[in-house]
């Protein structure tokens, strides 16, 4: 099936360090969504954006929506040890309840060292 | 709000087996989906439900697979004769449709054929 193309695939860095990782796709989505999962769980939703151009933060997280609408961005400024998991970028064509289907990238693996 | 349960966590059984799934969705949330996840991807849409009916199943859930709903609560996905090719995590998520609808996930159902 689709899937969104998100990098970098991994990342391994040190705790304090500040992390950007993107997704991009070849068709436009009305909606974005980051997703983290740790292992052997399902994934935890992070930050939802709605509007191209729009900036969101939840805490040490920041992302965006691209202004095409084919790309979203995902930033934690002064990572900590927790911060550690998978990373997913999602895409949904449709807004408000009128959609449904979400399409995944295949993740960004981050690694914290203490 | 309790969130999106799921039994078994983990599911080891033998090709050519039947296995089926729960999901018991958030209280109140109206609307449940179904993906599957293999290794290093991120999750694929499988079949969404609103209430009881069935509305989307995706090219992915062959006939070997079928979903239910059957009161508008809980649903249940039974894979018949599997094959090695099923072993995946499979995830459940919910959602309402109102002011907020985005899909919170459930911990997921790890299956393994061996």
């Known amino acids: 099936g689709q899937q969104l193309n998100q990098s970098p695939q991994s990342m391994f860095i040190q705790e304090g360090e500040d992390v950007s990782m993107n997704c991009t796709s070849s068709s436009i989505f009305n909606t974005w969504l980051w997703y983290k999962q740790d292992p052997g769980e399902g994934p935890v939703l992070l930050i939802a954006?709605?509007?191209?151009?729009e900036l969101t933060s939840n805490g040490r997280l920041t992302a965006q929506f691209g202004i095409t609408r084919k790309d979203s961005f995902l930033n934690i400024s002064a990572s900590i040890p927790s911060d550690v998991g998978i990373y997913f970028c999602?895409?949904?064509?449709?807004?408000?309840?009128?959609?449904?289907?979400?399409?995944f990238g295949k993740g960004t693996l981050l690694t914290v060292n203490p | 709000d309790t969130g999106v349960s799921q039994n078994p966590r983990h599911k080891i059984t033998k090709r050519g087996q039947n296995v089926t799934f729960r999901c018991d969705p958030i209280s109140e949330h109206n609307r449940l989906y179904w993906y599957r996840q293999t290794l290093g991807q991120g999750p694929e849409f499988l079949t969404y439900?609103?209430?009881?009916?069935?509305?989307?199943k995706s090219r992915l859930l062959s006939d070997r697979f079928s979903a239910e709903r059957p009161k508008g609560s809980f649903s249940t996905l039974e894979i018949q004769r599997t094959e090695q090719g099923d072993s995946a995590m499979y995830l459940c998520a919910s959602s309402f449709i109102g002011l907020t609808y985005e899909q919170y996930f459930g911990p997921g159902t790890r299956l393994t054929v061996t």
């Open positions: 954006l709605y509007k191209a151009g």
């Open positions: 439900f609103q209430n009881e009916a069935q509305l989307e």
């Open positions: 999602a895409g949904r064509v449709g807004s408000g309840g009128s959609n449904y289907k979400l399409t």
